[in-house]
């Protein structure tokens, strides 16, 4: 069944593909205010050589600078994005005080929202008050394109670093059953809200 919440993660995906193509590690996200995109991101930093221009940044400076907004904004609004939001994303995100983060699949190294860390609900960031945080809506195809993006040869990258034939191996996908109350992935049941 087909949700607002997988509307907005498509257009997060869109964005994450175009982040993708341009070789820059895939995450997109767009921020909704009343069921309307104010501002959208993707990953910037290879092409900026700013490490600190994630999607969500990206989006964050699209909003504010667009004049029509200021900060205040962020209370009324939910995130969507492909990759759980970073150590530094997550804590932007509480000083902001954003209302809610949908996102697609977990940050395992990274994550601030609840993979490694939780910036979002931590009680002792006692300034700025905790957000409600979802993942895994489309787990799978922000998966995917990370994982055709690490497997991508980088021209750029040292000697040491470079990968040689490399070869994405996607059969081992995972399974999932989907029904009217969420859907169930390698036996962990999400709810579709």
């Not at 921020?31 to 309307?36: E, N, P, Q, R, S």
């Not at 050589?49 to 600078?65: K, P, V």
């Not at 300034?127 to 993006?149: N, T, V, W």
Request: aromatic share 10%; with cysteine; glycine share 6%.
């Amino acid at each position: 069944m087909e949700t607002i919440h997988h509307k907005y993660m498509r257009e997060a995906l869109n964005l994450a593909q175009e982040a993708y193509d341009n070789c820059e590690i895939p995450v997109g996200c767009v921020f909704v205010l009343d069921d309307k995109i104010i501002g959208s991101g993707r990953n910037r930093t290879n092409e900026t050589c700013n490490g600190t221009r994630h999607a969500e940044f990206e989006a964050i400076d699209q909003i504010l600078s667009s004049g029509e907004y200021t900060s205040e904004v962020f209370q009324r609004c939910i995130l969507y994005v492909t990759v759980e939001p970073c150590v530094m994303c997550s804590y932007a995100l509480r000083q902001l005080r954003i209302k809610h983060v949908y996102y697609g699949c977990a940050n395992e190294r990274f994550g601030g929202a609840g993979s490694v860390f939780n910036i979002h609900q931590d009680p002792q960031l006692v300034l700025h008050p905790a957000y409600q945080c979802e993942g895994g809506y489309y787990r799978d195809d922000s998966i995917m394109l990370l994982r055709k993006f690490y497997i991508r040869e980088n021209e750029k990258a040292p000697v040491p670093k470079r990968k040689h034939k490399r070869i994405l191996h996607i059969e081992n996908t995972l399974s999932m059953q989907v029904s009217l109350n969420g859907y169930k992935m390698n036996g962990n049941l999400f709810r579709i809200r």
